[in-house]
């Protein structure tokens, strides 16, 4: 069986003379937490318009579990399996938390329209149980104590909490985290290290997560990619990545002294 999830080869794209990917190459195996790191506008957040399906790439392939996914619409690819969330939070901000959750479910209730509208024992059923999984999914990230907050008045760590909340809604198997420790301070990067080790351990998740702080990369993955001017410079183990030359010259250097980890 070919353990890999999601395969992307030779992905690439230009925003006018700029080569913002170039010959991507990357593979997330089933059940890892795999990392792609790189300095301010390497390309990252990019890769993921490319794969989950917001940008279209001019060369290349991406294959999710199975399925050729390249140049697909982001629902469909959604629908498959493959969720994500956005390094500038996209929440609706006069709904509640709980609310926010739900919206993730959308488009997952059987019956249609009339059933809603009729408010038929099916449809009022499976309310409930998305009520019941949103509250859960709550529960793991931590923000049970906020579900009839509005989300506007948040704090922003746990504005990224509920995003992920909501990504994992939609009943995900490979989730993409765009920064997901922006803006937390220390004891929520440390909660969120474990949250994102219990999704993998216990939920059977696999992540790609893309992050600048390097204590919660060296801590929760298993592989890294490191990019450079849209090109990989690195992969392999984080060990490994973080004594290439290439990338202490590149990145790591001015911002990690070994053993920081
Ligand atoms: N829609 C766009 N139009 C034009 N240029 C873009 C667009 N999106 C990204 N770019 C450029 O492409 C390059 C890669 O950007 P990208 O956001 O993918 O980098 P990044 O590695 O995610 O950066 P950061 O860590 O700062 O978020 C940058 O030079 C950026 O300015």
Known sequence: MNRA?????????????LRAVDDLTLEVRRGQVAGLIGPNGAGKTTCFDLISGRGRPDCGRAVFDGVDITGQKAHRINRLGLARTFQNIRLFDELSVRENVLVGFHGRLRGGFFSAML?????????RAMERRADELLALVGLAAQRD???????????????MARALATDPKLLLLDEPAAGMNHGE????????????????LTILLIEHDMRLVMNVCDT????DHGKVIAQG???EVRADPRVIEAYLGPELELGDA
Do not use: W
Not at 6 to 15: A, D, I, K, T, Y
Not at 153 to 162: E, I, K, N, P, S
Not at 194 to 200: A, D, E, H, K, S
């Open 149 to 163: 907050e509005r989300a506007g008045t948040m704090a922003y760590g746990q504005r990224r909490l509920l995003e």
């Open 5 to 17: 999830l999601l395969s992307v080869s030779g992905l690439g794209c230009s925003f006018g003379g």
């Open 119 to 127: 408010r038929l024992p099916g449809y009022a059923r499976q309310e």
């Open 237 to 239: 183990a984080p060990d």
């Open 189 to 204: 990067t440390a909660a969120l290290s474990v949250l994102i080790g219990r999704l993998r351990d216990k939920m059977n």
């Open 224 to 227: 890294l990619t490191v990019l």
